[in-house]
């Protein structure tokens, strides 16, 4: 069963950056969308920035400008550049991919913090 495995959460002051990176652990064929939700606490998960395989980006209101999503194909992985943090991003973030089956997978989340 193929996994996906965030990294690169933590701590950051209010205006700082982080890198999440998320790596499939095998390849998911037929991807038609990659992706990262997060969820903060007492709140439902909610979108944050998506990706087709046809490399079509689209962002949330709340982080575009400040967050960057890319992939390195070659190596299953998505990532997510967080830059000018604020403390209503903390959250845990999760990727997500979805095959052209409408089949979802999700991965385990990764803590975010942002301090003021």
């Known amino acids: 069963q193929v996994q996906l495995v965030e990294s690169g959460g933590g701590l950051v002051q209010t205006g700082g950056s982080l890198r999440l990176s998320c790596t499939a652990s095998?390849?998911?064929?037929?991807?038609?969308?990659m992706g990262w939700y997060r969820q903060a606490p007492g709140k439902q998960r909610e979108y944050v920035a998506t990706m087709t395989n046809r490399d079509t980006t689209a962002y949330s209101a709340s982080v575009k400008g400040r967050f960057t999503i890319s992939r390195d194909i070659g190596k299953n992985t998505v990532h997510l550049q967080m830059n000018n943090l604020k403390p209503e991003d903390t959250a845990v973030y999760y990727c997500?991919?979805?095959?052209?089956?409408?089949?979802?997978?999700w991965g385990q989340g990764t803590q975010v913090t942002v301090s003021t």
């Open positions: 997500h991919n979805q095959d052209k089956n409408g089949v979802d997978y």
């Open positions: 095998s390849v998911i064929f037929n991807v038609v969308t």
